[in-house]
């Protein structure tokens, strides 16, 4: 008998359990439950993820805007605190780094650097064991300009002749000068970087080339003696207009003094004071744009210490050879080949994002008025005549002492009696005709500069022909200096046209460097304020050799230049 029937309850038991044991629908659930637990954990995870990864590109993205906004080299404000102000805007500042921003500026050059980092908190991978995960976000962006056009301005009046250092501050100028041509045309393969220089003592001197280029009146016809009086009026403006017509200024030795108004009747040759004013010498006059290392430094070899200092007028040619206006001229230069044809397309716009305009302007003095002939004695014919002989004769229609007569020729070389020179009976040296030994000529006003002094002309020509007495001659005397010899302008006024121009330039982003050479406190002030902000970046107060360093300075920052198309 069996088991099962002799014991009916347990024998059903027993067959649900085998029954039991035969049936997979159990296991399906149990696995069904991990299933579902994975899927619960991984759909955790990607929420975490997902939460974690907006963390960091909300970082990253505020990252990028705000390095690139503080690298612009348009952005005035300054770099560390435009990344900063972006990430407080995006309500992100508690995970920026502030240490971490790094700002290297260079002259044609921007670069900024950044870091920050956030904690995403996990929901769900926190039964894993991880807490959080860190975001981090880091950036670097750099504006680089790659042409350049640079103009040296710099003082060669006769005060850089002083001792400095154990030199000569003409002699120290020239060895900095010519490193810093060295340094900054060191690496420039692809010929993006011009320099001009422009000399510049009481006027600036032009090559007859580019002086051919604007409206030139009054041309005297001296060889290389081509400075132009510009107007107070073109300081209101970037541009110098090569229609405005711009007086030259003339070769007239206006300012040695003759001895004690000497009654010698023999002319008094100039001494060349003009040209130490308006110095003729080519290396003295402004050189273009160029690229060319040896012209460049035999150039500031050649420079001569003379003269008085006028910097606004430095400064005003250095200007307009940076102004996009001069643009058609160059084209004219460089298709006569006088400027590098790789200089195509100079002076730039100012808003050219490719471009650097920088000038340097150097002065070891202050601003000192000085002497210009008077436009209606500059050329034209004179009433001066010169005889063969070297002798000197002038006509007066008017104004003549009655000891004259009807003779309108006054002959200073024949007045030897005491009473003619003395001037209470001068009718020997009254003539009706010019006085003629050999030949005579009447003179225009160039070809009297060119023998004698203005201040002699006035004393023996005027003020003893028309004069009758000590006190009458110095009449006559001052008032024709004051009719033939003006003043070119006061040293307030110049200072105030310096600035004019300066404050125009440094509107349209031209960078100027200053550098006050052992010079007085007010050409210091004038230098510094010349110079773009900040000062302590762009002004240099320099002495001795130091000049030397400043020049490096400035040059190492144009050296760092990296030249990309």
Same mark, same amino acid.
């Given at each position: 008998?069996?088991?099962?029937?002799?014991?009916?309850?347990?024998?059903?038991?027993?067959?649900?359990?085998?029954?039991?044991?035969?049936?997979?629908?159990?296991?399906?659930?149990?696995?069904?439950?991990?299933?579902?637990?994975?899927?619960?954990?991984?759909?955790?995870?990607?929420?975490?993820?997902?939460?974690?990864?907006?963390?960091?590109?909300?970082?990253?993205?505020?990252?990028?805007?705000?390095?690139?906004?503080?690298?612009?080299?348009?952005?005035?404000?300054?770099?560390?605190?435009?990344?900063?102000?972006?990430?407080?805007?995006?309500?992100?500042?508690?995970?920026?780094?502030?240490?971490?921003?790094?700002?290297?500026?260079?002259?044609?050059?921007?670069?900024?650097?950044?870091?920050?980092?956030?904690?995403?908190?996990?929901?769900?991978?926190?039964?894993?064991?991880? #807490?959080?995960?860190?975001?981090?976000?880091?950036?670097?962006?750099?504006?680089?300009?790659?042409?350049?056009?640079?103009?040296?301005?710099?003082?060669?009046?006769?005060?850089?002749?002083?001792?400095?250092?154990?030199?000569?501050?003409?002699?120290?100028?020239?060895?900095?000068?010519?490193?810093?041509?060295?340094?900054?045309?060191?690496?420039?393969?692809?010929?993006?970087?011009?320099?001009?220089?422009?000399?510049?003592?009481?006027?600036?001197?032009?090559?007859?080339?580019?002086?051919?280029?604007?409206?030139?009146?009054?041309?005297?016809?001296?060889?290389?003696?081509?400075?132009?009086?510009?107007?107070?009026? #073109?300081?209101?403006?970037?541009?110098?207009?090569?229609?405005?017509?711009?007086?030259?200024?003339?070769?007239?030795?206006?300012?040695?003094?003759?001895?004690?108004?000497?009654?010698?009747?023999?002319?008094?040759?100039?001494?060349?004071?003009?040209?130490?004013?308006?110095?003729?010498?080519?290396?003295?006059?402004?050189?273009?744009?160029?690229?060319?290392?040896?012209?460049?430094?035999?150039?500031?070899?050649?420079?001569?210490?003379?003269?008085?200092?006028?910097?606004?007028?430095?400064?005003?040619?250095?200007?307009?050879?940076?102004?996009?206006?001069?643009?058609?001229?160059?084209?004219?230069?460089?298709?006569?080949?006088?400027?590098?044809?790789?200089?195509?397309?100079?002076?730039?716009?100012?808003?050219?994002?490719?471009?650097?305009?920088?000038?340097?302007?150097?002065?070891?003095?202050?601003?000192?008025?000085?002497?210009?002939?008077?436009?209606?004695?500059?050329?034209?014919?004179?009433?001066?005549?010169?005889?063969?002989?070297?002798?000197?004769?002038?006509?007066?229609?008017?104004?003549?002492?009655?000891?004259?007569?009807?003779?309108?020729?006054?002959?200073?070389?024949?007045?030897?009696?005491?009473?003619?020179?003395?001037?209470?009976?001068?009718?020997?040296?009254?003539?009706?005709?010019?006085?003629?030994?050999?030949?005579? %000529?009447?003179?225009?006003?160039?070809?009297?500069?060119?023998?004698?002094?203005?201040?002699?002309?006035?004393?023996?020509?005027?003020?003893?022909?028309?004069?009758?007495?000590? %006190?009458?001659?110095?009449?006559?005397?001052?008032?024709?200096?004051?009719?033939?010899?003006?003043?070119?302008?006061?040293?307030?006024?110049?200072?105030?046209?310096?600035?004019?121009? =300066?404050?125009? #330039?440094?509107?349209?982003?031209?960078?100027?460097?200053?550098?006050?050479?052992?010079?007085?406190?007010?050409?210091?002030?004038?230098?510094?304020? =010349?110079?773009?902000?900040?000062?302590?970046?762009?002004?240099?107060?320099?002495?001795?050799?130091?000049?030397?360093?400043?020049?490096?300075?400035?040059?190492?920052?144009?050296?760092?230049?990296?030249?990309?198309?």
């Amino acid at each position: 008998m069996r088991v099962e029937s002799l014991f009916p309850r347990l024998s059903s038991s027993f067959g649900q359990a085998k029954r039991f044991a035969r049936r997979e629908d159990g296991a399906v659930a149990y696995f069904s439950l991990v299933i579902f637990f994975l899927m619960f954990l991984i759909g955790g995870m990607a929420v975490d993820l997902m939460r974690y990864e907006h963390t960091r590109v909300t970082l990253q993205q505020t990252m990028d805007r705000s390095v690139l906004a503080g690298a612009s080299l348009q952005q005035t404000l300054a770099p560390a605190s435009v990344v900063s102000d972006y990430f407080a805007k995006a309500g992100l500042s508690e995970y920026l780094d502030a240490s971490s921003i790094v700002v290297t500026q260079t002259m044609n050059s921007r670069n900024v650097k950044a870091k920050a980092s956030a904690i995403s908190y996990n929901i769900f991978m926190d039964m894993l064991g991880v #807490t959080e995960l860190v975001a981090p976000a880091a950036a670097a962006a750099e504006q680089r300009r790659t042409n350049v056009e640079i103009v040296l301005v710099l003082d060669i009046s006769g005060s850089m002749t002083g001792s400095s250092g154990g030199t000569t501050k003409i002699a120290a100028l020239k060895s900095a000068a010519k490193s810093f041509v060295d340094t900054v045309l060191a690496n420039d393969t692809e010929n993006r970087i011009s320099i001009a220089i422009v000399p510049y003592n009481a006027q600036v001197n032009l090559p007859s080339n580019l002086r051919a280029k604007y409206n030139a009146t009054y041309n005297h016809g001296v060889a290389n003696i081509n400075c132009l009086e510009v107007p107070a009026s #073109t300081y209101s403006s970037l541009n110098l207009s090569r229609t405005l017509a711009m007086p030259m200024y003339s070769p007239a030795d206006n300012t040695t003094a003759i001895s004690s108004k000497s009654t010698s009747y023999v002319a008094i040759s100039s001494n060349g004071i003009a040209a130490q004013q308006c110095d003729p010498q080519p290396a003295a006059q402004i050189m273009l744009p160029s690229n060319n290392k040896t012209a460049l430094k035999a150039k500031i070899d050649g420079l001569i210490a003379e003269g008085n200092t006028s910097i606004m007028l430095g400064m005003r040619w250095g200007v307009a050879l940076l102004d996009p206006g001069a643009r058609p001229m160059f084209d004219e230069l460089i298709g006569a080949g006088q400027i590098s044809s790789n200089f195509s397309g100079r002076p730039f716009d100012y808003n050219d994002p490719d471009k650097m305009k920088v000038i340097v302007l150097m002065t070891d003095g202050e601003h000192v008025a000085h002497n210009i002939m008077k436009d209606a004695f500059k050329t034209g014919l004179s009433p001066i005549w010169r005889s063969t002989d070297g002798y000197y004769s002038i006509q007066h229609t008017t104004g003549r002492p009655a000891a004259a007569g009807t003779n309108q020729y006054w002959v200073p070389h024949l007045c030897t009696s005491t009473n003619c020179r003395n001037g209470t009976n001068t009718a020997e040296a009254w003539k009706a005709t010019p006085y003629n030994n050999g030949g005579v %000529t009447q003179q225009n006003w160039e070809q009297v500069w060119s023998t004698v002094r203005v201040q002699w002309v006035a004393w023996q020509l005027y003020a003893r022909a028309l004069g009758t007495s000590t %006190t009458t001659r110095d009449t006559q005397y001052t008032n024709i200096m004051n009719n033939m010899v003006g003043s070119f302008a006061s040293a307030g006024t110049m200072n105030t046209l310096l600035q004019d121009s =300066c404050t125009l #330039t440094k509107a349209q982003g031209v960078v100027v460097y200053g550098i006050a050479f052992e010079a007085p406190t007010n050409g210091q002030t004038q230098i510094s304020n =010349c110079s773009s902000s900040p000062k302590s970046n762009y002004y240099f107060n320099a002495t001795g050799l130091n000049i030397s360093q400043v020049f490096q300075t400035i040059a190492a920052n144009i050296s760092q230049l990296r030249l990309t198309q």
